[in-house]
């Protein structure tokens, strides 16, 4: 079975920091996607970035980009000059390229950016 | 394209209560995901229906859930003899295709009392 594991609970940086959130994951799997989603507060979730396991290529989606190292099986998201609207939990999420794939998400980081 | 759409919001009910959820999905989106969400957690996995057909559920998902997808459009979940355990927020996703990004609803939050 596959697993995702965030080991960061919360973080909390000043507006336009940057800021490194982390997840590792465990899997057989040689072909599969990686998701990063967002869930603000009281408000539904939302997808921020998603990489496919074939393509070398880190994924870069505006401020948002990720470093995806699949020999470690690590996909952290780096959110540049982060703002206010950034303030949510991130969960990052495996999925298996066959079946019905599912996502399987990590326990989330809450994210406070202050002003 | 309106989004998922997921009905009620909020459910409150009392304990040994049936309950029954609604997802209507982005149009023609054959692939629908039930997913539970407990306070503080990631999403669990649920069941899932490619068209009308359930492919795959859950061990969390006992005898006194049941979902169906009439005509391959939207997905009713309903929740038999609710117990306090029930209580989460319950999310409906779908997707278009195999690989495909799944787009979340807004949730239906289910209190047990």
């Known amino acids: 079975a596959q697993t995702v594991t965030q080991s960061q609970p919360e973080m909390s940086v000043q507006e336009a920091e940057t800021v490194t959130l982390s997840c590792t994951y465990d899997?057989?799997?040689?072909?599969?996607?990686l998701f990063w989603y967002k869930q603000p507060p009281s408000r539904q979730m939302i997808l921020v970035i998603r990489?496919?396991?074939?393509?070398?290529q880190n994924a870069t989606e505006n401020r948002f980009s990720v470093n995806f190292q699949k020999a470690a099986k690590s996909f952290s998201l780096k959110i540049s000059d982060s703002q206010l609207g950034d303030t949510a939990m991130y969960f990052c999420?495996?999925?298996?390229?066959?079946?019905?794939?599912?996502?399987?998400f990590g326990q989330g980081t809450r994210l406070t950016i202050n002003p | 394209d309106t989004g998922v759409s997921q009905d009620p919001r909020h459910k409150i009910t009392k304990r040994g209560q049936n309950v029954t959820f609604r997802c209507d999905p982005i149009?023609?989106?054959?692939?629908l995901y039930w997913y539970r969400q407990t306070l503080g957690q990631g999403p669990e996995f649920l069941t899932y229906?490619?068209?009308?057909?359930?492919?795959?559920k859950s061990r969390l998902l006992s005898d006194r859930f049941s979902a169906e997808r009439p005509k391959g459009s939207f997905s009713t979940l309903e929740i038999q003899r609710t117990e306090q355990g029930d209580s989460a927020m319950y999310l409906c996703?779908?997707?278009?295709?195999?690989?495909?990004?799944?787009?979340f609803g807004p949730g239906t939050r289910l209190t047990v009392l």
């Open positions: 990489q496919e396991a074939y393509k070398q």
């Open positions: 149009s023609e989106h054959n692939r």
């Open positions: 999420a495996f999925m298996k390229q066959r079946g019905a794939q599912k996502l399987v």
């Open positions: 996703a779908s997707s278009s295709d195999a690989g495909d990004t799944q787009y």
């Open positions: 229906f490619q068209n009308e057909a359930q492919l795959e």
């Open positions: 899997t057989s799997e040689n072909n599969y996607y």
